[in-house]
């Protein structure tokens, strides 16, 4: 590899993680501007212009708050907790494409972290060592209800991971490649997966809100049952360490979505773009326009999914433990192997929207049933 | 040295270390996170011999499932005080045997197995991605594959014919 191409892709490495920082950072503030909008109050407007500084206050405050360590805690490991919650998520985002390539004389240098051919497995990977931090956080506090929470968050993760991997499945069959940009780049221009794989979609969309313990799957840090969950013990900057964990989380998240079933970086006539930019401004600078552009519409699609996971946990309550449980078990899994073999017999005879016919016969079958059930008498109202 | 033999070298050093602890360790909850170690310096050995797949899947199955659930089970039965009760004289005595009779098992297999050599001119460096693996398994393996996860299946099965509750069970 030569030095230029090096130092490129150091700096592109450097930018990635500081963007992902930065867009988890403010992620805290939108997430309570997004709160205050839905229930009609401002939200944070004190530091700074429409309360722009809130981050930082909020950082502030976390450093300078008394670090404290029960005295029965298992001292290393409860440090260790929230390191290997924060480093699992960091470690994620390497595979993501966030844009074609940059253009430097004759290099063409992918905007990605790196780039390998099982990137889908690298993320599963990373995800399912994500439950480590909590556990042994949890497990740690030696407080019961941290080890309640800590064990809630890692049976949810491991349940919600089958239907995580099974609704990609289809993805990969239709695509034939592990390789994250392979699964993009197939989807250029409009070609979207989502139209080809609603059911996929929907289901892995259920179980990142699981993975990423958001309301309404937030049940390792039910306040009612549990105190605090599994960081009831935690306070200063390790607490802040897991919540941030959280918002990266879901930053992530939102990009594999964005890239798997909303096209990535591609937007419907994106070849029209870069031809009229490549033919005013040169091949390199137009090039480079042309990619910016895309990860501009990437990081679009990124931010409305983030808004979705907030707007989702200001809008609906929390599920019942076991209400959870059978939703994973009962419901995702059967439907995504469903969904794996109906896309295969699609893929045998050539139809490409073979998954809608799972979706219509779904919402056939949910209107049958809710038209038979017998409908509530209507309550005459007291006067 | 090569900075590949270095890396080789340093992982060897981690795995026989973190193995050595999960034997030795008082704390059954070192015991796991040591042995999540050991399987990440295997994913790591698996890498510089250039097998990703391999690698990305020990560390899924290994490390993200079966390693949960024994973290999972431990913290649920929250073992901090040794149990002496089941460590007897013949238990011990058994366990110094079994392991002896492996011990001279796997030196006899290892001095009479011959080390695969490989010839730098035909050698693909691409033998252990995806795409080479998946031709191997389905084509020239395809019976055992197939039988193995006949076999996976079966063990399932018998899981949930376990776990069900039958009719009088205690309700917990």
Redesign the interface.
């Known amino acids: 590899m030569e030095l230029t191409e090096l130092i490129i892709k150091g700096i592109l490495i450097v930018v990635l993680f500081g963007v992902t920082l930065l867009i988890a950072m403010y992620s805290t503030w939108a997430e309570r501007k997004v709160a205050g909008f839905i229930q009609d109050r401002f939200g944070p407007n004190r530091a700074g212009p429409g309360g722009i500084f809130q981050p930082l206050a909020d950082a502030g405050k976390m450093f300078f708050k008394e670090d404290f360590i029960p005295s029965q805690a298992n001292k290393w490991l409860f440090i260790l907790g929230p390191c290997l919650a924060i480093l699992t998520a960091l470690m994620s985002s390497a595979v993501i494409p966030f844009g074609e390539s940059i253009r430097y004389e004759d290099l063409l240098i992918p905007v990605q972290g790196v780039e390998i051919n099982i990137g889908i497995l690298y993320v599963f990977g990373v995800v399912s060592l994500g439950v480590y931090g909590l556990m042994v956080g949890g497990w740690a506090s030696n407080n019961k209800f941290s080890l309640l929470g800590a064990i809630r968050a890692a049976s949810q993760n491991i349940s919600y991971e089958i239907g995580f991997g099974l609704s990609i499945i289809a993805i990969l069959m239709m695509t034939g490649s592990l390789s994250i940009r392979a699964i993009v780049e197939q989807q250029h221009g409009f070609a979207w997966n989502l139209f080809n794989q609603p059911l996929g979609f929907i289901i892995f969309l259920t179980c990142a809100f699981a993975e990423c313990n958001r309301t309404p799957f937030d049940l390792p840090e039910c306040e009612t049952e549990l105190v605090g969950g599994y960081h009831t013990e935690y306070s200063s900057m390790k607490l802040g360490f897991y919540l941030f964990a959280e918002y990266i989380n879901m930053f992530v998240s939102s990009a594999i979505i964005a890239s798997l079933y909303f096209g990535g970086y591609n937007y419907p006539g994106m070849d029209w773009v870069r031809e009229t930019l490549t033919g005013s401004l040169g091949a390199a600078t137009g090039h480079n326009l042309a990619t910016l552009v895309g990860t501009i519409v990437l990081f679009g699609k990124i931010f409305f999914f983030i808004f979705f996971f907030m707007w989702v946990r200001w809008t609906l309550p929390r599920f019942r433990y076991d209400q959870l449980m059978n939703l994973g078990w009962k419901t995702f899994i059967p439907l995504s192997i469903l969904n794996v073999v109906v896309t295969g017999f699609g893929l045998l005879y050539d139809v490409k929207y073979a998954s809608w016919a799972i979706v219509i016969v779904m919402v056939i079958m949910a209107m049958v049933s809710s038209a038979r059930a017998p409908k509530p008498a209507v309550q005459p109202q007291r006067t | 040295m090569k900075p590949t033999e270095i890396l080789f070298y340093a992982l060897t050093a981690i795995t026989l270390l973190s193995a050595s602890f999960v034997v030795t360790a008082r704390n059954p ?1 070192h015991s796991v ?1 040591a042995l ?1 170690l050991t399987f990440f310096c295997l994913s790591g050995h698996y890498i510089l011999l250039n097998a ?2 391999l690698a ?2 020990n ?2 199955v290994y ?3 079966i390693m ?2 024994f ?2 089970v431990i ?2 039965l929250n073992m901090k005080t040794e149990d002496e009760e089941s460590k007897t004289t013949i238990t011990k005595l058994a366990a110094v045997v079994v392991g002896g009779v492996l011990l001279v098992v796997m030196v006899a297999v290892f001095r009479a197995a011959s080390m695969a050599t490989y010839n730098p001119s035909t050698y693909s460096a691409k033998v252990g ?3 080479n693996l998946g031709l191997v398994l389905y084509r020239d393996y395809l019976l055992p594959f197939e039988l193995a996860s006949v076999l996976l299946l079966v063990a399932m099965v018998g899981a949930v014919m376990l776990g069900k509750r039958e009719p009088g069970d205690r309700h917990f």
């Open positions: 909850i996170l999540i990703q797949f990305a899947v560390i899924i490390a993200g499932a949960v659930l973290l999972f913290m649920f991605l995806v795409e």
